[in-house]
């Protein structure tokens, strides 16, 4: 799937719900379900600068397409981290780097996330992005 189907398919999901409460339970939910870093990637050089609680994201090569696995320690924070590595796991630097990240605001997540959260979501896809553009270079 391309980003942008992966996108459209976590703002039809977020649709069925009624209230940010459901929506919350379900970003714990995916967070649950998120493919853990090993142990050995929890370090402070994966760690996102700018969130309030701690998130590891580490990302490898596989072939042309980056595979990101993460952790955090806060259970929203997971989940935010879940949907993201859902979105961008598995595809290619450049169309990482050029996707679009509206969706986050179609399912309302950054309005209803407290202002330290909404930086740390930020700090998350700019640590994404950085790995995409370390990778692009290598594929050149």
């Known amino acids: 799937m391309t980003i942008k189907e992966i996108?459209?398919?976590?703002?039809?999901?977020?649709?069925?719900?009624?209230?940010?409460?459901?929506?919350?339970?379900y970003m714990i939910d995916l967070g649950?379900?998120?493919?853990?870093?090993?142990?050995?990637?929890?370090t402070d050089d994966n760690i996102i600068k700018g969130c309030q609680s701690k998130v590891w994201v580490h990302?490898?090569?596989?072939?042309?397409?980056l595979t990101f696995t993460a952790d955090s320690d806060a259970i929203i924070t997971k989940g935010i981290i879940a949907?993201?590595?859902?979105?961008?796991?598995?595809?290619?630097?450049?169309?990482?780097?050029?996707?679009?990240?509206?969706f986050i605001d179609e399912i309302g997540l950054k309005e209803h996330l407290s202002p330290?959260?909404?930086?740390?979501?930020?700090?998350?896809?700019?640590?994404?992005k950085m790995y995409a553009i370390a990778y692009q270079t290598q594929l050149k």
């Open 32 to 42: 649950k379900s998120l493919p853990l870093i090993d142990e050995q990637y929890k």
């Open 116 to 128: 330290t959260r909404a930086n740390g979501l930020v700090s998350m896809i700019k640590q994404i």
């Open 7 to 25: 996108q459209e398919e976590i703002v039809d999901e977020f649709s069925m719900f009624d209230d940010w409460m459901q929506r919350y339970e």
């Open 83 to 102: 949907i993201l590595i859902r979105v961008y796991s598995g595809q290619h630097p450049k169309d990482i780097l050029d996707a679009d990240t509206g």
């Open 59 to 65: 990302a490898d090569l596989e072939g042309d397409t």
